[in-house]
C-alpha cells in the first residue's frame, strides 16, 4: 500500500512558477512509476507527466513539453513537478499518481494509487 500527499499547489499569476511535491508513503516508492494528471472544472482527468522508476525516462502532454519538468528523489520518497510559464489553461486540481508495473503510462487506469489532488490556479 501506497499513500501519496501532494503539496505546493496555489494562485499564482501567469507567466509565474510553481513546484508540486508529492511524497509517498512505504519503503517499495523506488519500485513505482509515478505520473502527474490534472482535472479542470468540466473536464475529465488528463496526463500531465510522467516517470518511470529509475528516474532517466520521462512523458509529458504536449501542451506542458518545454514547461514542466518531473523529477524524484527516490531518498525522500518524493516525485516533483517544477511548472514554469504558467497559463490560465493550467488551472485544475492536479493529481499524484504511483503504479506498480515498469514503465510510463499516460492511461489513468493502469495507476495504482492517487493522491487527494491539488488546487493549481493561474490567474491572467
Known amino acids: 500500500q501506497v499513500q501519496l500527499v501532494e503539496s505546493g499547489g496555489g494562485l499564482v499569476q501567469a507567466g509565474g512558477s510553481l513546484r508540486l511535491s508529492c511524497a509517498a508513503s512505504?519503503?517499495?516508492?523506488?519500485?513505482?512509476?509515478m505520473g502527474w494528471f490534472r482535472q479542470a472544472p468540466g473536464k475529465e482527468r488528463a496526463f500531465v507527466a510522467g516517470?518511470?522508476?529509475?528516474?532517466?525516462?520521462?512523458s509529458y502532454a504536449d501542451s506542458v513539453k518545454g514547461r514542466f519538468t518531473i523529477s524524484r528523489d527516490n531518498a525522500k520518497n518524493t516525485v516533483y513537478l517544477q511548472m514554469n510559464v504558467l497559463k490560465p489553461e493550467d488551472t485544475a486540481v492536479y493529481y499524484c499518481?504511483?503504479?506498480?508495473?515498469?514503465?510510463?503510462?499516460?492511461?489513468?487506469?493502469?495507476?495504482?494509487?492517487w493522491g487527494q489532488g491539488t488546487q493549481v490556479t493561474v490567474s491572467s
Open positions: 499518481a504511483a503504479k506498480r508495473s515498469l514503465g510510463i503510462s499516460t492511461r489513468d487506469r493502469t495507476y495504482d494509487y
Open positions: 512505504g519503503r517499495t516508492f523506488g519500485s513505482y512509476s
Open positions: 516517470l518511470n522508476a529509475r528516474g532517466d525516462m520521462t
